[in-house]
């Protein structure tokens, strides 16, 4: 991988995208492989519950056509209504990328989800299995409600992230907790990834504006009518994004200034 100035570092881990995709959803397996291909992106998450067990007896799921030199599995916990569910989940994931190629690879996105009608995730049991998670050497990517005090406990158990959502998972609302997103980027000693709600490449890029380290997406564009154009748009909405927050916004005036010189400018001699 080759290395750049701006590396997004997880748990020791350096990635040069802040983009990360998700599998769900694709209406085929080659919208899947070429969206992958098109974000740029170096993290691939994925559903432990929708693998099967040995993917090597499995040809024709599409992880096997993947590029797992290029990529990083981030096995996720979804479809898990409590923290035991979700532990045994984690593990689950860490066998699945072993047989990848990804002995070292002990990364887990956490989800803990008892609620059916908002898919809003349950604090209680994500700090729960995140505390033993983490003692067990998982780097724990935990999905959370936007509580700037959650994150914070979150990131005292050792988390390696925080992943607060937008809005509602695959409802495409957009950033509708800023004011509490922004203050959990502000508080974070670790990388806030904003996942869930983001429907848009312009709403992707708002998130980095605002100084989130990543953006994790899945339904904007495994539902959008061209998946793999969606995806090269989110890559370049996430880089503008990032790109803007390092440069630094201009100041906000309550007056217009104008934007040619004031002074006179001196005629050119003959």
Known sequence: MKKNFDQLNIGGKLFNSRLMLGTGKYKTTNDAIKSIQNSECEIVTVAIRRLPTNLKNDSN??????????????????????????????FLGHELACQIGQKDNFFVKLEVISDPKYLLPDPIGTLKAAEFLVKKGF?????????????????????????????PIGSGQGLNNLANIKIIIENA???????????????????MELGADGVLLNTAVAQSNYPSQMAKAMNLGVKAGRMAYLAGRMEQKHYAMASSPLTKISKLSN
């Open 139 to 167: 780097t724990v990517l935990p999905y959370i409600n936007a509580d700037p005090i959650l994150a914070l406990h979150l990131e005292d158990l050792g988390c390696a992230t925080v992943m607060p959502l937008g809005s």
């Open 61 to 90: 799921n599409f992880l096997t056509n993947l590029n797992w030199e290029n990529l990083w599995l981030l096995p996720n916990t979804a479809g898990s209504q409590t923290a035991e569910e979700a532990i045994r989940m984690a």
């Open 189 to 207: 000693q670790v990388p806030v990834i904003i996942d869930a709600g983001i429907g848009t490449p312009s709403e992707a890029t708002s998130a």
